[in-house]
C-alpha cells in the first residue's frame, strides 16, 4: 500500500496498486485474510507509521483475530457495566 496513493489517484487518475496474491485454497479465508491485510496496513498509516507491503496476509489476519477478541471483552464489560 501506498500512503500517497490518494494524491496520485487525485493528481494523474492513473495510480495502481500491486498486493502479493494470497494462496490459500478456502476463497471466504482467503477474502478474510485480504481484507485483514488491508486493515493492518490502514491502521499503521493511521499510526503514522509506513506501511509494509509484503507483510503476510495470515499474520495479519491473526492480529485481526486477536483485535476482534479484545474488542469483543470490552464491550461485553461495557454492556455489562450498564446493568
Request: net charge positive; glycine share 4%; no cysteine.
Amino acid at each position: 500500500m501506498d500512503s500517497d496513493l490518494p494524491n496520485r489517484w487525485q493528481t494523474s487518475g492513473d495510480a495502481r496498486v500491486m498486493l502479493v496474491p494470497i494462496k490459500i485454497k478456502d476463497k471466504a479465508i482467503a477474502s478474510a485474510a485480504s481484507m485483514a491485510r488491508v486493515r493492518f496496513q490502514l491502521h499503521r498509516m493511521g499510526l503514522g507509521r509506513s506501511t509494509v507491503p509484503n507483510f503476510p496476509a495470515l499474520l495479519a489476519f491473526a492480529w485481526d483475530m486477536v483485535i476482534d477478541a479484545k474488542d469483543r471483552r470490552e464491550y461485553t464489560k461495557w454492556l455489562d457495566s450498564r446493568r
